[in-house]
């Protein structure tokens, strides 16, 4: 994720599960229609130690609240507490509610708050008693992009998958074969990274009917996509099930996408896999057998994975899964190993680093 926050270019801050950056307003409108991998947007409104209801209370009140809300607003309040000695997550976003109200009053000079306006959600998080207030700006989460409408068993999240393949740093020259394709998405986020179409590009958002964001910042970011959309290209993509039924949703996921032609779709058992290509990646997110009676059929897929897979020696593979035996299965010690979260599952990315491709000969 900070990496795509650097290409917007913007500085970054990287903690555990979040970046932060500095910039204009404008950067809501960006970071929302760019980011991949990122699962929302916060405005960061401040952040401070809070040892007592009192100080959470006073603290939250000194925020800049009406800089931002407008009277009208409609502004719930979330929260989480980690570690820290205001435990009581209710009672927390009780008080900062009570607080935000506080200081809009003192702004506003009335008593009492309709809010029929637009949405801010405001969130409380406490992190070993370090309080952090933010307005999401995204609405939805960004994973939902708008063109999966249908939903298989256990899908993956739209924004894992981008991440999957920015971690597996593909170049869109490369074919990219995912043989276990489910609904597609792995296809599909490649096909929207290969062709530089900023994944928010066909969905609004919560800021969106902010009065402090002007709509022309919208509509110039709008505008950048568009314009950045690579049109002239053909990616090599194939998604390969051997169920009908969900590649008939991933070819409807692709339609909905726009990248319909970019991605070639198989039914055909992993066994049958095979291709001329050189050089290419695979990337999927196989079956982990989480419940007691599927674990023997998962086992027995990573088993058969290593075996298709290894007579494409100059391929690289990238494989999700929570199996903390998946290597000695595949038969083969991962290069490269990360840890990831599908959902709240905890799972291991295992790279497999084929060959470089070689330089083509020019002559001038």
Not at 54 to 67: C, G, M
Not at 230 to 239: E, I, S, V, W, Y
Not at 281 to 298: F, H, L, S
Request: net charge positive.
């Amino acid at each position: 994720m900070a990496r795509e926050v650097q290409a917007l270019g913007y500085d970054t801050d990287v903690a555990n599960a979040r970046v932060t950056f500095k910039a204009g307003l404008e950067a809501i409108c960006r970071a929302n229609l760019w980011l991949r991998s990122a699962d929302r947007v916060l405005v960061k409104l401040g952040e401070f130690t809070a040892l007592s209801f009192d100080e959470l209370f006073e603290r939250t009140k000194a925020l800049p609240w009406a800089d931002w809300l407008p009277v009208n607003a409609n502004f719930p309040v979330e929260g989480k507490s980690i570690k820290s000695k205001l435990f009581s997550v209710p009672d927390c976003q009780a008080i900062v509610k009570k607080a935000v109200v506080e200081s809009l009053k003192s702004r506003y000079h009335c008593q009492w708050f309709e809010e029929t306006g637009p949405r801010f959600t405001i969130e409380v998080a406490l992190l070993k008693d370090i309080a952090t207030l933010t307005i999401d700006t995204s609405g939805p989460g960004l994973h939902k992009r708008g063109y999966r409408k249908l939903s298989s068993a256990a899908p993956l999240k739209e924004t894992l998958a981008a991440a999957m393949i920015n971690l597996s740093r593909w170049h869109p020259e490369r074919m990219l074969l995912d043989p276990l394709c489910g609904s597609g998405t792995i296809p599909i986020e490649a096909a929207l990274i290969g062709l530089c179409i900023a994944p928010g590009i066909h969905r609004e958002f919560a800021a969106g009917q902010w009065p402090i964001v002007p709509e022309r910042l919208w509509q110039e970011a709008r505008q950048e996509a568009g314009n950045l959309i690579r049109r002239d290209l053909k990616l090599q993509l194939r998604g390969t099930d051997i169920d009908a039924e969900v590649l008939s949703l991933a070819r409807y996921h692709a339609r909905q996408a726009g990248v319909a032609e970019q991605i070639s779709w198989q039914q055909a058992p992993l066994a049958e896999l095979h291709t001329k290509q050189k050089y290419g990646y695979i990337i999927c997110n196989p079956p982990y057998g989480e419940r007691m009676e599927d674990i023997q059929v998962a086992e027995h897929l990573y088993q058969e994975m290593g075996q298709v897979f290894r007579p494409l020696d100059t391929w690289s593979f990238y494989v999700l899964t929570a199996h903390h035996g998946f290597e000695k299965l595949f038969g083969r010690r991962a290069d490269k190993k990360r840890k990831l979260y599908n959902g709240r599952i905890e799972c291991n990315y295992y790279q497999f680093f084929g060959p470089h491709a070689p330089r083509p000969n020019l002559e001038a």
